[in-house]
């Protein structure tokens, strides 16, 4: 059974953490989530966290999340849901291919590819944008979908070996909140499948 921590933050409402819940006591997925931490004291993933009796965490000091997840939860995955802090490449290299990130982009598989929407044309990356910024982005150039990657976090900014991925079709009266709207329902089932799919490999 898989240990998981969830990094999360008051850039979202929790729906990623409160979806691996459901799935956990659902009996979906072979995993518990043994610490919930938050780099804001506002952060509504917390009372999501308290709600279903999860250790949660208010992190202060960037220099000690290493400590707490290493050698105190001995966690098996982290999994970052709307964090916004830098994660340092000492944890990054401690957790080699165990971070998982939901970037709100087309990661491409190599760093020099372009990955295709389902209708051929480019899907857009999204490098170096924020949620809001970029679903904006979409719109704003037009884009026939939206999409988002889940990917191991890497030293490479916003790069990492991609686990899965989604699209969006966008409608031409799509707002940023419409649009992220129907764009959030499947990234919560992609972030959970994914999870599944790392807990029956694990066996």
Not at 159 to 165: D, E, H, P, S
Request: charged share 20%; proline share 2%.
């Amino acid at each position: 059974m898989l240990k998981l921590a969830v990094l999360i933050s008051n850039a979202g409402t929790g729906t990623n953490l409160q979806a691996i819940i459901n799935s956990i006591e659902m009996g979906l997925l072979k995993a518990t989530v043994s610490i919930v931490v938050s780099s804001s004291k506002d952060a509504y993933g917390l009372i999501r966290a308290k709600k279903h009796n999860i250790p949660t965490f208010l992190l202060e000091n960037n220099e000690i999340l290493e400590n707490i997840l290493t050698d105190i939860y001995k966690v098996d995955y982290i999994v970052l849901a709307g964090w916004k802090k830098i994660i340092s490449k000492s944890l990054i290299n401690s957790f080699q291919n165990k971070i998982l990130n939901l970037h709100p982009g087309i990661i491409p598989d190599k760093i020099d590819r372009v990955i295709k929407n389902p209708d051929g044309t480019n899907g857009l990356w999204n490098r170096g944008k924020l949620t809001n910024n970029a679903i904006q982005n979409f719109l704003s150039n037009k884009s026939t979908y939206a999409g988002s990657t889940v990917h191991y976090l890497s030293n490479i900014f916003d790069f990492g070996i991609v686990l899965a991925r989604c699209f969006e079709k966008i409608n031409y009266d799509d707002t940023v909140e419409s649009l992220y709207s129907r764009l959030k329902i499947k990234e919560n089932e992609m972030y959970v499948k994914t999870l599944i799919k790392l807990s029956t490999s694990k066996g």
